[in-house]
């Protein structure tokens, strides 16, 4: 019989910490007695490693969390009784945290793999078990030998290494080559080849049938359209810009795009490479279907986007609809578009740096799709990944001539030192078009952007519940805010790990909990930041300046409003997010004057996120009103409180 303790207020979370990398949930659980009987009944296997961070946490199976998520949390709840404070919500929250940040390498440290050249020209992989390793031999072809207990795959032993590598974080030392070639022998023991059998035959290599090749069929992926030049007299192409309201530069990126069936735009963040592909996409479309792939958080911000340049555009989100000339999707979503792909004209491919892993599902279906759509515009404003042969894959998404090499063969001719890069860059200059922040040099002063994002299922549910509350519309407004700004906390961090390096960033908070998570979470991304809270003494306040503004390696400077909004100098930074609006334009404009004010040499870039359906919406309007009729040219010393009742008010009405 299972052992349950009474609850109490003080009573701890059932599920501690959650972790997934892309096959396995890794689910770590406040002690119950008997409740490892019932995970192992479950099929989970406890990861025992003393030292290891995830030591004694539950290997789990996507698809048992996946499909039958109730079920698995109402058994554990039964086992666990009413001792743990654990919802439903919580526990999905949970999940879903997890599987928006997977950990590939969380159970991978140890893996070994030995590789080896065959005397037939393929090669067998042997090694310790993991999902991901089945998931990439069979997407490479593989046929799994059981007497020899290993899998044998048509591809060269460098290229298996490479996709074994990237797409499981595996360690080099992890993955070992065996040298010479081998055979198997009938037992299935792996012998080395007799000298006369690894005498290669000579012969013209077959030509491909309709798929994409990296060396011998490494990855299969879908054959894509090379490249082809589109034509443009003067004339015509001026016409065709002069619609829009567009920078020089901008006018400059959109040609770029329209010239060519397809090609990459690298802009830094904040040059509006989402307009720049909207205004191509719309001029190369000529009134057929557009198709637009952008992180799910990102749909909404696309939508209003696309009204602004397109004001009666038809847009339909996350479906296919026949009377829509804009679709716009995420990545999950990219297989339900494969069979009707050939429908669209225009394909724009967003943080398309996320299709760098061959092996990686949603990068089959992008392929699949971009071999039927004629124009196929790429957007990053990470162009430079960490592997030269990261950008391979998007040239053969691109249908760059230079995609057709082997995976191998691109490596060895553009990899390993700068004078290779230096020349692939000259190869590449007609392909991507990459400019930084001193296009805007003419720019003075500080843009606003805001960009709308949307919470998940789970946190809807979540706010909702508080929103309908019986708490006070005051008490409300505090939990929702704090709600909020940890929905937002996950984009920023997104955003900020997109920034250059030479960029650095100021985060406003509301609340110390999210300064302490940003900072938590950046730092695991190698981003390594200051922080700033009331509670701090005003020498580790100066520290914190001191650092930011003078060490190149400090690139984020985090802080509630309260404490780091006013009197400091942080003109090192370009960058200004803000997790949370504070309650008046006259908070605001001071926190965005710790970087624009004298001494900034940069143009400033303030990203507002704001959730779809919330209070978001209340405030900043509420700002915007304020702010149109200069009512915080002089500001009463109780104008924060006001705007409190004021947006209480508003919350009433809404209830």
């Known amino acids: 019989?299972?052992?349950?303790?009474?609850?109490?207020?003080?009573?701890?979370?059932?599920?501690?910490?959650?972790?997934?990398?892309?096959?396995?949930?890794?689910?770590?659980?406040?002690?119950?007695?008997?409740?490892?009987?019932?995970?192992?009944?479950?099929?989970?296997?406890?990861?025992?490693?003393?030292?290891?961070?995830?030591?004694?946490?539950?290997?789990?199976?996507?698809?048992?969390?996946?499909?039958?998520?109730?079920?698995?949390?109402?058994?554990?709840?039964?086992?666990?009784?009413?001792?743990?404070?654990?919802?439903?919500?919580?526990?999905?929250?949970?999940?879903?945290?997890?599987?928006?940040?997977?950990?590939?390498?969380?159970?991978?440290?140890?893996?070994q793999v030995r590789i080896a050249a065959m005397a037939d020209g393929k090669v067998l992989a042997r090694g310790d078990y993991h999902p991901g390793l089945i998931a990439i031999y069979r997407r490479m072809g593989g046929v799994y030998l059981g007497p020899s207990k290993a899998w044998k795959i048509i591809c060269t032993a460098e290229a298996l290494r490479s996709n074994l590598i990237d797409g499981l974080g595996l360690s080099e030392e992890q993955v070992q080559i065996l040298e010479g070639q081998h055979e198997l022998l009938e037992d299935?023991?792996?012998?080395?080849?007799?000298?006369?059998?690894?005498?290669?035959?000579?012969?013209?290599?077959?030509?491909?049938?309709?798929?994409?090749?990296?060396?011998?069929?490494?990855?299969?992926?879908?054959?894509?359209?090379?490249?082809?030049?589109?034509?443009?007299?003067?004339?015509?192409?001026?016409?065709?810009?002069?619609?829009?309201?567009?920078?020089?530069?901008?006018?400059?990126?959109?040609?770029?795009?329209?010239?060519?069936?397809?090609?990459?735009?690298?802009?830094?963040?904040?040059?509006?490479?989402?307009?720049?592909?909207?205004?191509?996409?719309?001029?190369?479309?000529?009134?057929?279907?557009?198709?637009?792939?952008?992180?799910?958080?990102?749909?909404?911000?696309?939508?209003?986007?696309?009204?602004?340049?397109?004001?009666?555009?038809?847009?339909?989100?996350?479906?296919?609809?026949?009377?829509?000339?804009?679709?716009?999707?995420?990545?999950?979503?990219?297989?339900?578009?494969?069979?009707?792909?050939?429908?669209?004209?225009?394909?724009?491919?967003?943080?398309?740096?996320?299709?760098?892993?061959?092996?990686?599902?949603?990068?089959?279906?992008?392929?699949?799709i971009a071999s039927k759509v004629p124009n196929r515009y790429l957007l990053t404003g990470t162009p430079v990944l960490n592997r030269e042969s990261e950008l391979h894959t998007l040239l053969r998404l691109s249908g760059h001539p230079i995609g057709l090499m082997s995976l191998k063969a691109?490596?060895?001719?553009?990899?390993?030192?700068?004078?290779?890069?230096?020349?692939?860059?000259?190869?590449?200059?007609?392909?991507?078009?990459?400019?930084?922040?001193?296009?805007?040099?003419?720019?003075?002063?500080?843009?606003?952007?805001?960009?709308?994002?949307?919470?998940?299922?789970?946190?809807?549910?979540?706010?909702?519940?508080?929103?309908?509350?019986?708490?006070?519309?005051?008490?409300?407004?505090?939990?929702?805010?704090?709600?909020?700004?940890?929905?937002?906390?996950?984009?920023?961090?997104?955003m900020v790990r997109e920034l250059d390096t030479q960029d650095k960033v100021i985060i406003f908070c509301e609340f110390i909990e999210t300064v302490e998570w940003l900072n938590s979470e950046l730092a695991t991304e190698g981003i390594n930041c200051v922080t700033l809270t009331g509670k701090h003494s005003g020498t580790r306040r100066q520290k914190a300046v001191d650092q930011f503004q003078g060490d190149e390696n400090i690139r984020a400077f985090i802080g509630t409003t309260a404490a780091a909004g006013t009197g400091i100098n942080l003109t090192a930074a370009n960058y200004v997010f803000f997790a949370s609006l504070p309650w008046t334009p006259a908070l605001q404009d001071q926190a965005e004057d710790r970087a624009y004010r004298n001494g900034q040499l940069r143009l400033v870039i303030v990203k507002i996120p704001l959730i779809d359906d919330s209070i978001d919406q209340g405030l900043w309007s509420m700002l915007a009103a304020k702010r149109a009729v200069a009512r915080d040219l002089i500001e009463p010393e109780d104008a924060s409180e006001k705007a409190q009742l004021e947006l209480a008010s508003l919350l009433l009405q809404a209830a």
């Open 188 to 368: 299935g023991a792996l012998v080395q080849a007799r000298e006369w059998e690894s005498i290669a035959v000579g012969g013209e290599r077959p030509e491909p049938t309709g798929e994409s090749e990296d060396s011998v069929n490494e990855v299969y992926l879908a054959s894509i359209p090379q490249i082809t030049p589109i034509s443009w007299t003067a004339q015509a192409l001026e016409d065709a810009l002069n619609k829009y309201q567009l920078y020089d530069y901008q006018r400059t990126g959109v040609a770029h795009l329209v010239q060519r069936s397809s090609a990459l735009l690298a802009d830094d963040m904040g040059l509006g490479k989402t307009r720049q592909s909207i205004v191509a996409a719309h001029i190369q479309a000529k009134g057929r279907p557009i198709l637009i792939i952008c992180l799910a958080s990102l749909i909404i911000n696309w939508s209003r986007e696309i009204q602004a340049v397109c004001p009666d555009a038809k847009i339909s989100m996350q479906a296919a609809d026949p009377s829509a000339q804009w679709v716009i999707i995420n990545y999950e979503r990219l297989g339900q578009f494969v069979t009707t792909a050939s429908l669209y004209n225009v394909m724009v491919i967003d943080e398309a740096h996320r299709l760098k892993e061959p092996t990686a599902e949603w990068t089959r279906h992008a392929f699949d």
């Open 410 to 494: 691109f490596c060895e001719q553009f990899a390993g030192s700068s004078e290779f890069r230096a020349s692939l860059r000259i190869l590449l200059s007609d392909w991507m078009l990459r400019r930084t922040k001193d296009v805007l040099v003419n720019l003075k002063g500080k843009q606003r952007q805001t960009f709308a994002s949307q919470m998940s299922a789970a946190e809807r549910r979540q706010y909702q519940e508080v929103f309908h509350s019986d708490r006070s519309p005051l008490a409300r407004i505090g939990v929702l805010r704090s709600m909020l700004e940890r929905f937002k906390a996950r984009t920023i961090v997104d």
């Open 1 to 111: 019989m299972l052992k349950r303790r009474s609850p109490s207020i003080d009573s701890p979370a059932l599920l501690k910490r959650a972790v997934f990398d892309g096959f396995d949930y890794g689910l770590s659980f406040a002690y119950v007695e008997g409740l490892g009987r019932v995970l192992s009944s479950l099929k989970a296997r406890c990861f025992r490693k003393p030292g290891h961070p995830l030591h004694n946490t539950w290997r789990i199976a996507k698809n048992l969390v996946h499909e039958e998520t109730q079920e698995f949390f109402a058994t554990l709840k039964a086992a666990a009784g009413e001792a743990f404070i654990e919802t439903y919500e919580t526990f999905t929250r949970k999940l879903d945290v997890s599987r928006a940040k997977p950990l590939l390498a969380a159970y991978t440290t140890d893996i």
